[in-house]
């Protein structure tokens, strides 16, 4: 089944403990991206990637780092995490194929730092 | 940065209503789709539109890519308690920073049977 996974679903964790929140996808699409989820903000991007070893910043970068070694994979790394990072976090994938299909989203991951 | 303003931000409708939000952005984008959201999921995708003008329909949407390329709609027909979610617009400029795709804040469905 052609999916996009993200683990964990539920994360709570403490100030300034380093975090990582794995993606993966199935479809060998080119372009992932990362988007937080706040009440009455909508989604917001942070980073997003064109293909392996080009990333670039969304609209909401800071607090956050991303890599792109591999084709299928793209990690959110939050290396000091707040509160104010609190949110749903969605990874995203697509497939160019001469025009944008629109992302494929995967569940969600819901953060909370305390 | 660019900005899309979704509207309505809710809605309360009785089963078998028509629906109708939209999508406005001070911006020019060459690509419009709409996402629905039903809870603890991520956004699916219901319709993409790539042409100034473009109507397209999915079932029992329809959504239009303005012809200023700066906006759009989503209508939904005879509505039905499935229907219930929230939907988000989105927009890009595909050739040019073709991974920053940007969501408006959503239009929350509620569909009272």
């Known amino acids: 089944e052609a999916q996009v996974t993200q683990n964990p679903r539920y994360l709570i964790t403490v100030t300034g403990k380093k975090l990582t929140v794995t993606c993966s996808q199935n479809?060998?699409?080119?372009?992932m991206s990362w988007y937080r989820q706040d009440p009455g903000l909508g989604l917001r991007q942070i980073y997003y990637s064109m293909n392996v070893e080009v990333t670039d910043k969304g609209d909401v970068p800071e607090g956050y780092k991303v890599s792109r070694k591999e084709k299928r994979n793209f990690p959110l790394i939050l290396e000091s995490p707040s509160p104010n990072q609190t949110s749903l976090y969605f990874c995203?994938?697509?497939?160019?194929?001469?025009?944008?299909?629109?992302?494929?989203f995967g569940s969600g991951t819901r953060l909370t730092v305390v | 940065g660019q900005q899309l303003n979704q509207s309505p931000q809710s809605m309360f409708i009785q089963e078998g209503e028509d629906v109708s939000m939209n999508c406005t952005s001070s911006s020019i984008f060459n690509t419009w789709l709409w996402y629905k959201q039903e809870p603890g999921e991520g956004p699916v995708l219901l319709i993409a539109l790539y042409k100034a003008g473009e109507l397209t329909s999915n079932g029992r949407l329809t959504a239009q890519f303005g012809i200023t390329r700066k906006d759009s709609f989503l209508n939904i027909s005879a509505s039905i308690p499935s229907d219930v979610g929230i939907y988000f617009c989105?927009?890009?400029?595909?050739?040019?920073?073709?991974?920053?795709?940007?969501f408006g804040k959503g239009t929350k469905l509620s569909v009272k049977p």
């Open positions: 479809m060998n699409h080119e372009y």
């Open positions: 995203a994938s697509s497939s160019r194929q001469g025009t944008l299909y629109g992302y494929t």
């Open positions: 989105a927009a890009m400029n595909y050739g040019g920073s073709q991974g920053n795709l940007i």
